[in-house]
């Protein structure tokens, strides 16, 4: 149990577009989802805190309207990179938190994006 | 704000050595949580510490959630390749939210 799937594992893009990136819990339903950022050699920094059916709660230092996230269903949340630039470029890590594990958190396997 | 210090950074070790790293936090912390990193992958939780005092197993690996409520170790015993990793520990700011993470131990493992 506790399963947590992203999508893709991977994306490589040219500056200036879009990504999409999604993170589902498979056998649970979280009521809060939070996005993470990691770059090489460091450890995850959280980004967003993300619950279903209400805006997100971005940390201080990053941009809302450059990191779009949506949590439309207690199963789905998507994170938007957009506009991505180069420096955009890094591991992006959800995690999931049901109700009945109320301090575990359970995370999904990472999406690498690349930004040309 | 809050913030975790983990040591040590990095070990390289035998197979069949004994590990053990900790963490520390200037605040108290009602929730422990150590996860193992492979590259490329997210982190998979080993260990979560509930109560201060608290000690568990996983296998080769025990924790502890310290009395004081603001440091735990995790031991890992007679260690195999596979063990290979970064080890983080973490914690809640406050129930229920995200989680403040240690900046990893990269335990090497030598057959």
């Known amino acids: 149990g506790a399963v947590v799937s992203q999508h893709p594992s991977r994306v490589i893009c040219k500056s200036g577009t879009s990504v999409k990136i999604e993170c589902r819990s498979l056998d649970f339903q979280a009521t809060t989802m939070f996005w993470y950022r990691q770059f090489p050699k460091q450890s995850l920094m959280l980004m967003a805190t993300s619950n279903e059916g209400s805006k997100a709660t971005y940390e201080q230092g990053v941009e809302k309207d450059k990191f779009l996230i949506n949590h439309a269903s207690l199963t789905l949340s998507t994170l938007t990179v957009t506009s991505a630039h180069p420096e955009d470029s890094s591991f992006y890590i959800c995690?999931?938190?049901?109700?009945?594990?109320?301090?575990?958190?359970?995370f999904g396997p990472g999406t690498r994006l690349t930004v040309l | 704000g809050q913030q975790l210090n983990q040591s040590p950074q990095s070990m390289f070790i035998q197979e069949g050595e004994d590990v053990s790293m900790n963490c520390t936090s200037s605040?108290?912390?009602?929730?422990w949580l150590w996860y193992k990193q492979d590259p490329g992958e997210g982190p998979v939780l080993l260990i979560a510490l509930y109560k201060a005092g608290e000690l568990t197993s996983n296998g080769r690996l025990t924790a502890q959630f310290g009395i004081t409520r603001k440091d735990s170790f995790l031991n890992i015993s007679a260690s195999i390749p596979s063990d290979v990793g970064i080890y983080f520990c973490a914690g809640p700011w406050q129930a229920g939210t995200a989680l403040i993470f240690g900046k990893g131990t990269t335990l090497s493992v030598s057959s």
């Open positions: 605040s108290i912390f009602n929730t």
């Open positions: 995690s999931a938190q049901s109700g009945s594990t109320y301090n575990e958190q359970f």
